[in-house]
């Protein structure tokens, strides 16, 4: 039966609504944080891809969070997606959601609340009783800031089933819109997913009424079967992240639900939004921001995804490609023919290649400069492959406000030599030169960036990996930074490796930098960045 909902109107039976939250659930896991231009940047790229509604943080987490939803409400007209932000069920919480959202066109509070034994009487300290009356007074107070109410039962499947239906029942009788039954610690099994949403719909007075929602954690690697086995039940939006990234072991991967959905149409006859020759696009600009490649064997994004190395494989996909192939590599985004330009490729072929890649508008600086940066590349590398531009665009869009650039660096080194770095930044516009030497190519890099700009925080981690093959490649690297507890992840690509370690290094400084002055009052940030 159709429902009636406030962002979208009729919803017919068939239509599944898909709900990112790379954003905030995503985001939430070691190592993964971004920072604004980062998150900008991706919800621009999840509306293109076409997801329904972007859960763009939780607004009262941190000044950082609450600017992030605010952006990102800012940044979408009418035809955009749903903006959401979660909050806890309490006043100030909600509050802080609806302040946060007050520019979107289209906004949605979403209110999370624990409903089972364990969670209400370890973690919450309530009866139930009051998480009942909880319920219902925070989504009476959600409604009164937005029509689009999402709530969520916390560890959902671990619930009593009495209980979660008198609950559900109290945020449905209160206004909620939408009703989220997560499996918030990845325990359950798709039977058990499939009994609860059906247990619902069977006992809950008015639940016809409202969008039903499964938030799947991967622990036991069972989130995507379980989201699939809910709409199977009857659930109608399902949330889900870029490349499954989330809390511990991550949540359902939006890739995996959405060419499930493409593939099996037989076995799930549903419609939804999501432009699926955008998913390895968007993959990729997640990885490249935070740093984290998927698996090669992931499903759909991988790099092995649809690569056949057995020669009888090899010998069925060339007769016919159906043989091995479920789906068809264009179809998510892999492209065969993926020779691009050369060195005499202009900057109208550069644009045009970009567009042929899926960015939309990227401002003149960030074009200009990576037009410089391929013209770099392709002196110097034979090919210059998709995912050489893709890499380099990347850098430079998610860089634009950068406050310390890497101006110049010269590397001597060589057996039985003690590695020079000479190297050269620009902080706030003015230049800076260091010079070191250090155990290796890469330490004398480093210190030269400390001398040059002096601060003090720990290196986690360094790590490498090539964009394409060859040894020409692009190599590109991750450097992971910690000051006071806090973990930030900086990337940076280029043929050569020390190039691009530097520019990892730099990058993370940068968002370092971002997140002291989202947390500290200015009079501090003079006197730290001195
Ligand atoms: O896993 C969970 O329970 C959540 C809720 C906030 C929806 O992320
Ligand atoms: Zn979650």
Redesign the pocket.
Known sequence: MAINHPSFGTLDDDRIIFFD?TLR?GEQSPGFSMNLEEKLRMAEELAELGVDVIEAGFAIASPGDFESVQSIARKFAKDGPVIAS?GRANPADILRSAEALKPAARKRIHI?LATSELHMRVKLRLTPEEVLDLTTSSVTLGRQHSDDVEW?A??GSRSDPDFLCRCVEAAIKAGATTI?I?D?VGYSMPEDMARIFRDLRNRVPGIEKVVLSA?N?NDLGMAVANTLAAIQAGVRQI?STINGIG?RAGNASLEEVAMALRTRRDALPFRNNIQTPRILRTSKLLATITGFDVQPNKAVVGRNAFAHESGIHQDGVLKDASTYEIMTPESVGWTTNSLVLGKHSGRAAFRDKLKALGYGEIGDNALNDAFRRFKDIADRKKVVYDEDVAALVDDEVVRGNDRVKLVGLTVATGLGVRPMATLALEVDGERRDGMATGDGAVDATFIAIRQAFPHDVALKLFAVQSVTGGTDAQARVTVRLEENGKLVDGQGSDTDTIVAAARAYVHALNKLLAKRERTMPPEFQAALTA
């Open positions: 939250t659930d979660l999370v969520s916390e560890d989220n997560p918030t938030h954690h949330e809390e």
